[in-house]
């Protein structure tokens, strides 16, 4: 029997995919979307959706024996980590030699697991990452429109001088300034009129719990209430779970690359993890919203298998890690952070106009519930090292290379400025969090961008180049770098491209 067809599939389910199914739904385009990861809707024995930070289960990783934090010790002690039956939790780490990339599984992607900072990149470098991107247009219209869509808010301002959960914020913005540096407050999609209920004791809480690399339970504006839902409720848009595609090629095989539309493999997995079927799916339009790695991965494996051979050679380079190193530091015991803190981040320590080490630095929460005296930072840094991805015929699958010397210039600008806020505050770096006694974690990424480039691997809307109907929507676009948290830079990016995709491609 023929294949089924769909007019258009979105694979994925993050931001480019879901601003992709919004907007085909909204132009009537019967649109199917494929997300390898689960739905989360469903409350586990706990009467929770999303399992406890503090005690995970099995609802916090992808198919892993053992969590895999991202701060691993504490007074190295091997206390973070537990033992967790393989399902197809929330969290995936992709591990790749020198760098490991966290990453969202489930209808919502990123936006399930995530801090919520929703932050415009400062316009002139946003300029400089992406030139060819008319900015007038992207401030004036696609920004504003990604955050309204997104549901950003920001938080009160007396709230926050005052509520015990955010003293750790003021703390290190107190050490910041005594280096003479300013700090910004950062908006963010977590509902912050929650929050404050929370605080008051009227609502169960979330991020006051501690809740947010393995899901929050309540509050947080994720994708699935957002986008998807607005997407869903066009009436056009369908989503099914667990299904993992594997490979693309195209339909017409007389005809020149993808003009007769493609044949998706797309593997039905259950909840051990078994691949129960794989069924072929055609469509007209494909839109790759699979995120840096599962988009590059995707397009990688179709050039170098010979499906599609003419995919550009720019497909898989230009990655990068945002700049992200993380660190933190040693307070005196009259500075206490507090044992109550939020894990929605809403200050940056902001050096961006630094002339050698530019940096943003995210004020990072670290609830253990109890007073540890520790500043904890997510600093995103301006490296111009890339990263790229080659093809596994072993596996299969996309390697990506890129070494830890690259790390040197992140690792640099971190060194720079959190010694002036330690020189400045009489106080050290910690070294038994991440492992290795090390003061920076540079061995692993929240923000993984680029690998199918906006305007090498693709033209300037996202097309991938000479195949009719292959559209990239994601922080593959990302030429690895943005200078903040990305994913309100990922949205309005896929906004502008949809709104011109449609235009010419569907309704042109
Ligand atoms: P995204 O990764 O969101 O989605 C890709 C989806 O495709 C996933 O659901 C995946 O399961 C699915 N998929 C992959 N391969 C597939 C295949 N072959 N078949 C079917 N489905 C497939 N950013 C920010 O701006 N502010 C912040 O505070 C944070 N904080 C943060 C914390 C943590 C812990 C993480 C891991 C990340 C962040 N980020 C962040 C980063 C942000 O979440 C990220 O940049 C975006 O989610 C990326 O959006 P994309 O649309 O590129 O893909």
């Known amino acids: 029997p023929a294949a089924p067809h769909a007019p258009a599939v979105v694979i994925g389910s993050g931001y480019g995919a879901a601003v992709a199914a919004l907007r085909l739904g909204l132009a009537g385009v019967p649109t199917l979307v494929l997300e390898m990861g ?39 002690l091997d206390v973070v ?49 992406l030139p060819g991107v008319d900015a007038e247009a992207m401030y004036g219209t696609y920004f504003p429109r990604a955050r309204r869509m997104l549901g950003v808010n920001e938080v009160d301002r007396s709230w926050f001088e005052s509520t015990p959960w955010y003293r750790f914020s003021r703390v290190s913005r107190t050490h910041a300034a005594r280096a003479g540096l300013g700090t910004v407050f950062v908006p963010n999609v977590y509902d912050f009129d929650y929050m404050r209920r929370e605080a008051a004791g009227e609502v169960p809480r979330s991020a006051l719990a501690g809740e947010v ?7 947080k504006r994720s994708l699935d209430r957002t986008y998807l839902a607005a997407a869903l409720a066009t009436g056009r848009v369908t989503v099914e779970t ?24 797309v593997e039905r997995l259950d909840l051990s993890g078994r691949v129960t079927a794989v069924d072929e799916i055609t469509t007209g339009r494909l ?21 599609l051979p003419d995919l550009d050679p720019e497909v898989g380079r230009g990655w990068g890690h945002n700049g992200n190193v993380m660190t933190a530091r040693a307070n005196h015991l009259w500075d206490t952070v507090g044992a109550q803190q939020s894990t929605m981040p ?101 923000h993984p961008l680029g690998g199918c480039v906006l305007g090498r691997a693709t033209d300037g809307y996202g097309r991938a180049k000479g195949h009719p109907g292959l559209y990239v929507v994601d922080g593959s676009l990302v030429p690895g770098s943005i200078g903040v948290n990305p994913f309100v830079t990922i949205t309005a990016l896929a906004e502008r491209n949809m709104e011109r995709i449609v235009q010419e491609d569907i309704l042109g």
């Open 242 to 265: 667990m299904s993992r595609v594997r490979a693309l090629r195209p339909a017409n095989t007389g005809g020149t690359g993808g003009a007769g539309g493609y044949v998706l493999t």
């Open 346 to 446: 809403v200050l940056g320590i902001d050096d961006w106009n630094n002339p050698t080490h530019p940096v943003f630095a995210e004020i990072a929460p670290l609830p253990m519930g109890l007073e540890h005296w520790i500043s904890l930072y997510l600093a995103i840094t301006k490296n111009p090292e890339r990263g790229h991805f080659t093809y596994d015929a072993a596996t299969d699958s996309a390697r990506l290379r890129w070494t830890r010397d690259q790390n040197e210039p992140s690792v640099a600008a971190a060194r720079s400025l959190f010694d002036r806020i330690n020189r400045a505050n009489g106080t050290i770096h910690r070294y038994d969090l991440f492992g290795g006694n090390r003061k920076f974690a540079d061995d692993f990424t929240y």
């Open 213 to 219: 690399i393995y899901g929050n339970n309540h509050g």
């Open 38 to 76: 689960r739905l989360w809707d469903t409350a586990g024995p706990d009467g929770k959706v999303f399992c406890p930070t503090i005690t995970p289960d099995r609802r916090s990783m992808w198919f892993r024996t053992r969590t895999e934090a991202p701060l691993s010790t504490f007074l190295w």
């Open 287 to 307: 839109f790759l919203g699979a995120g840096s790695l599962g988009t590059t991965e995707l397009l990688l494996r179709a050039r170098e298998t010979g499906a």
């Open 81 to 129: 980590n537990r033992r967790i039956d393989p399902y197809p939790g929330v969290l995936d780490r992709v591990n790749y030699g020198d760098m490991s990339v966290y990453v969202g599984r489930g209808v919502g992607g990123g936006s399930l697991v995530n801090g919520g900072m929703a932050v415009t990149p400062p316009r002139p470098y946003f300029s400089e990452v």
